[in-house]
């Protein structure tokens, strides 16, 4: 084996601080700034300098054509992410759930559901290794929402 060199610890460390820099926000926008009548015009403003940055991306590199396929799924996929940062600023809003068991449970639910979705699709195989870590991520879940 041998080993894990620098430059491959990037991505998924650009992905830990991404994600809880974008946890926090979320957080912090659902606390001080806006209330629940005005989740979805938040997010409708994040989705929408999300497609601004999609399309300059497209129109700057000339082999990234769009279709009316990747339109199509872009838009199931936005509508599915809509629905979901709803539910997790609702979620944050209710006073008896804890941003530090939301999160978590948020995360945990998109791994969990995105191995169920590989396992389906794409044919992917479980190892011990891959189950074992789903239930302690399971379990750890379970210990911060009963402590």
Do not use: C
């Not at 041998?2 to 830990?16: D, K, L």
């Not at 006073?95 to 945990?108: D, K, L, T, Y």
């Amino acid at each position: 084996d041998r080993g894990m060199n620098t430059t491959e610890w990037r991505w998924p460390v650009m992905t830990f601080v991404a994600s809880g820099f974008i946890d926090t926000s979320l957080n912090l926008f659902q606390l001080f700034l806006v209330n629940e009548e005005e989740f979805a015009s938040l997010i409708t403003v994040i989705f929408g300098f999300a497609f601004l940055a999609g399309l300059v991306h497209h129109v700057t590199f000339p082999d990234k054509r769009i279709t009316k396929v990747s339109m199509s799924y872009g838009a199931l996929l936005g509508i599915a992410n809509f629905g979901s940062l709803i539910f997790l600023l609702l979620a944050l809003h209710e006073p008896q759930w804890e941003s530090s068991v939301v999160f978590p449970i948020n995360n945990v639910g998109v791994v969990a559901g995105s191995t169920i979705a590989a396992v389906i699709v794409f044919k992917e195989r479980m190892s011990i290794r891959k189950l074992g870590a789903i239930a302690i991520a399971l379990l750890s879940i379970g210990v911060l929402y009963f402590s």
